[in-house]
């Protein structure tokens, strides 16, 4: 029903800064929650950034005054931009978000195919 397709990774020095987007493609559902994940080698995947429909946001500490999460609940399109970039921001990122199908009416969630941002030192 829904697809989520990524761009904007790539490699950017230290200090550097990076956009990604992601958009949903299909129909037939209202997004609720938009959010970007990592997952780091041998790491666990962890969630990022998150915004909520209404406006809440979520940062996780690590990221914190450095990346800034954007959406368009209308467009059903989301943005994260990372300003000083660390070495340790090295990772696959992923949107994900969590929607509600209009018909029949229920819950739903997707994933990016991920992408990679390495950071250099």
């Known amino acids: 029903q829904v697809q989520l397709v990524q761009s904007g990774g790539g490699t950017v020095k230290s200090g550097g800064s990076l956009r990604l987007s992601c958009s949903a493609s299909?129909?037939?559902?209202?997004?609720?929650?938009m959010a970007w994940y990592r997952q780091a080698p041998e790491r666990p995947r962890v969630l990022v950034a998150r915004?909520?429909?209404?406006?809440?946001?979520y940062y996780a500490d690590s990221v914190q005054g450095r990346f800034t999460i954007s959406g368009d609940f209308v467009a059903n399109s989301m943005d994260l931009q990372m300003n000083n970039l660390k070495p340790e921001d090295t990772a696959v990122y992923y949107c994900?978000?969590?929607?509600?199908?209009?018909?029949?009416?229920?819950?739903?969630?997707?994933w990016g195919q991920g992408t990679l941002v390495t950071v250099s030192s």
């Open positions: 299909g129909g037939g559902f209202g997004i609720d929650t």
């Open positions: 994900h978000i969590e929607a509600t199908m209009n018909w029949p009416i229920g819950h739903l969630e997707a």
């Open positions: 915004l909520r429909d209404g406006g809440d946001t």
